[in-house]
């Protein structure tokens, strides 16, 4: 299951560090979140804080009246630093529930400061995350539509209380607190302090939102960096990609060494060495190609004259004594010559193959053609044909090639062929192409070789039988069914022949049909 996931499910290394990114944006919503539980706190301590500072002007006007008048009259009631009289209210009520004195002033709507950029970026933030996650905040306190007098009624009974007075919307508009007025353990009055939401913490807020305001234009910058590396990360690994592709033909052959290395580069890192590491890699591979397919023409030129001259003095030799060694001689002479022509001849069809003009010819009639000949060629050769081709099929090629081909073919199947039944040669017309069989029982192919037999130098025999095998045949008949644009594979096959079971190899080849125009 996780096999079938990987192959179906391929996530290039772009795709990784894009989606790497996308996990960084969860960061914040989590900065979101956290906004939201710091406002809840700082608004529950606001609440307590208020509570507190009415609770002191109260044990004030108990206890030191005369320090309070005298503050009255000079204009400045209260210097408690953290309360603010140009945004709160405070109400002196006597013992009958009436108004005696207010102080201060609660305007109308939230003054708005510059705060700065990062405050206003912080801000908007979360007030744009709001839009898309809505939030509430818990106000602990019972409400009622008349909040000063539920206040008032319950401070005149001794206690001390806190509400909201909320708008039509049920959003809170401002904070009251009212506490008990005592004199000698006697309630004269009530004291309520009546404070706007945005200045029970706007200080506190502020910096908070100008923290968000600042990390997120890190988060952004982080961001946009990251995906900028990202895609020039993956763009240099694209190109190299397609580089090295473009070393290489469409059979895997390594073609005109076109691949840019040492540039001006702004990047010197791990990638452009591997790029480099690459490039060396391919031009000694190049090289080694290069060396390899002229090794068997510079044999067979520099070897020609010795082989021809040792072939002379052998055969002089042998008009002159008689010895047993010279016949063991003149046969690995034999073997040596054909090992030097047997190098040569995938080289030979290999280039022929580039230089050659495919043309169109009846596949089916020259089978038949060929098949006649080779009985009268090799009449050792046990074989069965069914051809079931029109003339006029025709395949896009070179005939002489195609003879090549089935000639390797027979050959590897008269060699492995167990003699129980004839070497089978079947062709057909299957929608838009030939398909072209050749059988024999036998030995089967090893598990796993079924591709690699098709390699140059991959022989499954086990013994030569005096004959010099370099596992080339096959590989020829691979060249061949490229060039020609088919497809060649070998399988191991049950036969019945005769109302035997038999076991052996079948070579299928498909070929695509020329399409006159």
């Known amino acids: 299951m996780f096999r079938f996931i990987q192959k179906n499910y391929r996530l290039s290394i772009r795709d990784r560090l894009f989606i790497l990114l996308l996990l960084l944006t969860i960061l914040p919503f989590l900065a979101y979140r956290f906004a939201i539980d710091l406002h809840r706190i700082m608004l529950n301590n606001q609440a307590i804080v208020q509570q507190q500072t009415v609770e002191n002007l109260a044990l004030i006007l108990e206890n030191r009246t005369d320090l309070w008048a005298l503050q009255i009259q000079s204009g400045k009631p209260t210097r408690l630093s953290h309360l603010n009289l140009n945004n709160s209210v405070l109400w002196v009520v006597n013992e009958y529930g009436q108004t005696t004195y207010v102080v201060g002033k609660l305007p109308d709507k939230e003054e708005n400061p510059d705060t700065g950029f990062f405050t206003t970026t912080g801000k908007l933030l979360i007030k744009t995350l709001a839009t898309f996650i809505p ?3 818990p106000y602990p306190y019972p409400q009622s539509p008349q909040p000063e007098i539920t206040l008032i009624r319950h401070s005149l009974n001794g206690q001390t209380l806190q509400q909201y007075r909320m708008d039509s919307d049920g959003n809170p508009v401002s904070l009251m607190s009212a506490t008990p007025l005592m004199v000698q353990n006697r309630i004269i009055g009530s004291l309520v302090l009546e404070q706007r939401m945005e200045t029970l913490f706007s200080d506190s807020l502020n910096y908070f939102y100008r923290l968000i305001g600042i990390g997120a234009a890190i988060f952004f910058i982080v961001i946009v ?6 895609a020039s990360l993956s763009n240099r690994i694209i ?6 592709k473009k070393t290489f033909d469409l059979k895997g052959r390594l073609t005109q060494l076109d691949f840019p ?33 002229q090794l068997p023409k510079t ?16 055969t002089l030799l042998e008009k002159e004594t008689e010895h047993h060694q010279l016949d063991y001689a003149k046969h690995a002479l034999t ?22 003009q495919p043309e169109a010819f009846p596949i089916g009639l020259m089978l038949r053609h060929y098949i006649d000949n080779i009985l009268v060629l090799h009449p050792d050769y046990q074989i069965s044909s069914d051809l079931k081709l029109d003339d006029h099929v025709q395949l896009l090629g070179d005939g002489f090639m195609i003879e090549q081909m089935m000639d390797k073919l027979l050959s590897n199947a008269n060699d492995f062929s167990d003699g129980k039944m004839p070497i089978r040669i079947r062709a057909a017309k299957i929608g838009s192409q030939i398909e072209i069989r050749v059988e024999n029982s036998g030995p089967p192919l090893p598990k796993g070789h079924e591709k690699q037999i098709f390699d ?10 005096g004959q010099a095998h370099l596992g080339l045949g096959l590989h020829i008949v691979k060249l061949i069914v490229d060039f020609h644009q088919g497809s060649v594979s070998a399988d191991n ?3 019945i022949y005769k109302g035997q079971n038999l076991s052996g190899v079948s070579f299928k080849i498909l070929l695509p049909i020329h399409k006159l125009a």
């Not at 190109?239 to 090295?244: A, F, M, P, W």
């Not at 040569?344 to 022929?352: C, F, G, Q, V, Y």
């Not at 140059?456 to 039988?465: F, K």
């Open 493 to 495: 096959s049950q036969f």
């Open 239 to 244: 190109r190299l990609d397609d580089d090295v």
């Open 335 to 356: 073997q040596l010559k054909q090992i030097i022509a047997s190098l040569s001849e995938a080289t030979s069809i290999e280039d022929s193959l580039h230089s050659q």
């Open 261 to 293: 290395d040492r540039q001006s580069r702004i990047y010197q890192d791990e990638l452009s060495d591997l790029r480099h590491h690459i490039y060396e890699m391919l031009k000694q591979l190049g090289s080694y190609e290069r060396y390899l397919k």
């Open 299 to 314: 044999l067979r030129h520099e070897l020609h004259n010795p082989l021809n001259r040792l072939s002379m003095a052998l």
């Open 225 to 230: 960096g990251a995906i900028i590396h990202t």
């Open 135 to 137: 939030y509430s905040l």
């Open 456 to 465: 140059g130098m991959t022989s499954m025999r086990a013994l030569n039988q």
